[in-house]
Structure formats: C-alpha cells, structure tokens
C-alpha cells in the first residue's frame, strides 16, 4: 500500500501563505478563534512584520493570546475583538494576506458561528485592501446550518469576480462524505 499524502485543506493554505507572505508584511486573521493561524502568520511576518488578529468573542481572543505566547514574534500581534465585518474601520491598506477560518471555535458553543452576511462585507473588504500578488484565504465548512449559507454565497460571489483582477482557486474533496471542509483562496492581480 502506497504512503499516504497527507493533504487537508488547513495544509494547503498554509502551503500558499508560506509562498506569498514574506518577513515585514502586513497580514490579518479575520476570525482569531484558537490562535492557530494568527501563530502561523506571526512566524511568516517575523518581527518586524504585523498581524492584525480579531474575533469577535473575548474566548477566542484569549486563547489566541495564549497560544502567542509560544512564539517570539508575539509583541507584533494586535488583538481586537470586533466582528469581521467592521475590519474597515482599522488601517489595513497595503495587507498581504487576509486568513478567515469560518464555522464556530472549535471547543466553543457551536450555535455562534460566522455569517454569510457579514463573511461576504468582510470579503469584500478584504479584497479592496489586499496588495496586488497578495492573497484572500478562507476555509469554508459546509457541514452545519450557516456554513451551507455561507459556501453558497461565497461559491456565487467568486464567479463573478473579474478574472482579469483576481485569481480564484476552490480545492474540493468529491469523495469524502458529509459536506468536507475546503479552501477558497483569492490572489489579487
């Protein structure tokens, strides 16, 4: 029997991070949750970089500035508890990377979980602010009521965006049961 490939959507976009986003970049976690990305971005920036992380539960915000604590770079996170929808209101011009982890925290209450509504402000936020070359990741679960929304939304907004100004990848499982997780990621161009 042949190894298995180990592939997952989370490897994926971190796979496509560690490509676009170099030591002194902007980048921003529009949904903090356990830290895990803001960590990963963290590292890619380095210490003169900048990570902007939000969530727009306190629970999330601890625990990602919990997890910070693991990593030298820490000192360069901003934590603010906000809704993704409301990012405009930061100075995030000039971003490489926007990173969303949809659904609900993991571990958290699974009735609070991101919306289609306020995911497609966001997004469209995101994609005005992000350089050119830079990129929009977001894992997608369509296994739950609001995540079902939200891929149908995010699956009819993506094909109408200019190909001649963006770049739209959606990596989908056709053999895996019950509604898998996958990436959408947009690079601007």
């Avoid at 042949?2 to 989370?10: F, H």
């Avoid at 976009?13 to 921003?28: E, F, I, M, Q, T």
């Avoid at 990129?135 to 009521?145: A, E, F, I, N, S």
């Amino acid at each position: 029997m042949a190894e298995r490939l180990y592939l997952n959507g989370q490897t994926v976009v971190d796979r496509v991070l560690s490509a676009v986003v170099k030591p002194g970049d902007l980048v921003v976690d529009c949904t903090a949750g356990n830290g895990h990305d803001t960590l990963t971005l963290a590292r890619l920036v380095g210490p003169r970089g900048r990570v902007v992380a939000l969530d727009i539960q306190p629970e999330a915000l601890a625990s990602t500035r919990e997890r910070l604590k693991e990593q030298p770079y820490g000192g360069n996170v901003e934590l603010h508890q906000m809704d993704h929808q409301d990012l405009e209101e930061l100075d995030l011009s000039g971003a490489r990377a926007f990173v969303f982890n949809l659904g609900y925290l993991p571990g958290g209450d699974k009735l609070r979980t991101t919306r289609a509504d306020t995911t497609m402000r966001a997004l469209q936020s995101c994609l005005d602010r992000v350089v050119s070359g830079g990129v929009v990741t977001l894992m997608v679960y369509p296994g739950h009521g609001e995540g079902t929304r939200e891929h149908w939304a995010l699956s009819t907004f993506v094909k109408e965006l200019d190909q001649n100004q963006f770049d739209v990848v959606r990596m989908d499982f056709p053999n895996r049961k019950n509604h898998s997780p996958y990436p959408l990621i947009i690079q601007k161009l």
